[in-house]
């Protein structure tokens, strides 16, 4: 299986066994203020964000002063210890809710402009085809019309149905017209794509929150999942992206696209801890099959691996 973090030379694991032995050689010398200091730079500068940093080095300092950790491989040990317990705290799980049997699955997709929601949709289509599914895919960002194509060759590429509109069309009609196509018997689960951009960021809550309203009142109990798209290489950024999101949506799960693109995928960490709702899909690639169900296990191992 693919890695799912860039590794290497700038690693985090490079990072901390750098500072566990060479650097300040804390674990020979005993630990300072500097070298926690150091080890704090390195936690946030993966994007692990403050809370879960703080608690990281903490729970370092004291293993370190008690004699718990002897050697490298312990202090990244610890560090995926605490990694997995931010995880231990939500209800995890990937697999995506399903709508009870007969009726339509509708999924969600938000997310500012860039961030692969389109891309995701399209992945997780070809998913749901070889699973033999029928995805149906909705093009309800209609504020560009390259973004209605791109969405249309995603379809025809995976063989997926797809329900678009004319650009300027209404995002909610767009939702209610799939829907309806699939409760006809077109498709099994309906993935509805949504606009990134608007003229303003309240336009485009407000946009994206009627379409929930319309999809909630066309079909009891939809949509069965509202997904946060955010770009992992943003860093922080991410962090208040979801926060607005959040305020104006019932955000269900997040999805983390381009993790293949930054050696600091910390920000899983930290979105987890801020807003403790489940990581369900990581996006690992461009291709068609770089899209992953989120492993906590697998993902500390990986932060964390050479
Ligand atoms: P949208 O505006 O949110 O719909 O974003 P798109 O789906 O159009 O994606 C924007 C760019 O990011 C495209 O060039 C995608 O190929 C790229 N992209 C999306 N997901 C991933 C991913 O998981 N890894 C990488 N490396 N690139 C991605
Ligand atoms: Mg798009």
Same mark, same amino acid.
């Given at each position: ?37 150091? +080890?704090?730079?390195?936690?946030? =500068? ?29 202090? !990244? ?31 969600? $997709?938000?997310?500012?402009?860039? !961030? /692969?929601?389109?891309?995701?949709? =399209? ?8 699973? /033999? ?62 606009? =990134? ?23 009891? #109990? ?5 997904? +946060? ?23 269900? #799960? +997040? ?43 697998? $993902? ?7």
């Amino acid at each position: 299986m693919a890695r799912l973090l860039r590794g290497g030379k700038g690693s985090l694991w490079k990072r901390i066994r750098d500072w566990a032995v060479t650097d300040v050689g804390v674990l020979v010398r005993g630990i300072d203020e500097t070298s926690l200091e150091r +080890l704090e730079e390195i936690l946030l =500068g993966a994007d692990f964000g403050v809370s879960v940093t703080a608690r990281t080095v903490v729970e370092i300092e004291t293993l370190i002063r008690t004699g718990e950790l002897r050697t490298e491989k312990d202090v !990244v040990d610890a560090v995926a210890g605490t990694i997995l317990g931010v995880f231990g705290g939500i209800e995890q799980g990937s697999a995506l809710r399903r709508a009870p049997a007969g009726e339509p699955t509708v999924w969600v $997709f938000v997310g500012v402009n860039g !961030v /692969g929601k389109t891309t995701t949709i =399209g992945k997780l289509a070809h998913r749901l085809v070889r699973q /033999g599914h029928r995805p149906l895919l909705a093009a309800a960002d209609t504020f560009r019309a390259g973004a209605i194509d791109q969405l249309r060759i995603w379809a025809d590429r995976v063989g997926a149905e797809f329900v678009g509109s004319q650009s300027g069309a209404d995002p909610a009609a767009v939702a209610f017209d799939a829907i309806e196509s699939a409760e006809r018997g077109q498709a099994d689960t309906v993935l509805i794509d949504t606009a =990134g951009r608007l003229h303003t960021q309240a336009d485009l809550m407000t946009e994206i929150a009627k379409v929930e309203r319309v999809i909630a009142r066309k079909q009891a #109990g939809a949509p069965h999942e509202m997904l +946060l798209v955010l770009d992992a290489t943003v860093g922080q950024n991410a962090i208040s992206q979801a926060r607005v999101f959040r305020q104006a949506l019932s955000v269900s #799960g +997040l999805v983390l696209a381009k993790l293949d693109s930054t050696a600091r995928g910390g920000i899983v960490v930290a979105l987890a801890e801020e807003f403790g709702i489940p990581v369900k899909l990581v996006g690992t690639g461009e291709q068609v099959d770089d899209l992953e169900p989120f492993d906590p296990e697998r $993902f500390a191992r990986e932060v964390l691996a050479e």
